[in-house]
């Protein structure tokens, strides 16, 4: 008896999550005049060419994947085809394990598409080039048409929208939105366009705002407990919404405050923080599945 009502109560909060994971370059960052991301690393001695180094992302990825394995959790990936054609020409062995995922896309060469961080304004004929030609090189790697998008940087415009729409993309998920329950995906559905939009949750805090990514906890600015205390926010405020936990492989082995390749030691701290949060959603009898799982789960 006891134990029904237990397993009552907890059945009670549990909640849609999703693990959803931007596979990207070392630290990608907007350089004025730059239409592509350049490698944090690489900034300050910035050529005009070599834009992006791997070595975080390879790193974390392995990691990545060992942990998503152990823990039999399927995840969203939003991948840059960039990385994804560099994985395939250096580490084959990591491309694969990929599959076990849902395969979503995060732009050809992480181009600023809105132009905010870049100063580059990138059209809507050329917006839709890039994500054809994104689009098509996951596929051809993967053999998977890419099921949704993420824009770098979070910046999507009407044009994005429009381009994602005419290559048939089930939904985009770039948008951002204060809140403490579980958002709902909506439907955008507007001019030529109609795609899913499935909003990225910030969380409002004291003064400030924290995002479910993890950038904070890796770049030591929070700890684990302030993740689990927001995530049981959300817990107790949800309504049948989506939340989505969020990261970067690279983060687990870059630290972008002393722009660096962290130690193996120092890479097995950010994996066992991760290790501990992905654990905890498990045991609290949320529901972890893709995105595009739990949208054919609900009507929009
Ligand atoms: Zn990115």
Redesign the pocket.
Known sequence: MLFSSFKCLKEEIRINVAITI?L?RDC?MPVKGVKQAVSDILISNFDGETDAVFDGTVKGLTRTLELLNELEIEATLFI?ARTLLYLREQQGELVKPLLKNEVSC?GMN?EDLTGERTGVRIDYNHQLKILKQATQTIKSVLNVKPKGFRA??LKANSDTIKALTKLGYLYDSSIMVETTEPPFPYRIKEKQNNIIEVPVPVYPLNLGKMTLYTWALFEKQRNIDEYKKIIKVYQKNDKGGLLQISF?PWHLAYLIKEKRILREEEIEKNVNDLKNLLTQLKEDYNKILTVSEYLKEIEI
Do not use: G, L, T, V
């Open positions: 931007d990207d990608p840059e995060h992480h770098p940087y970067h």
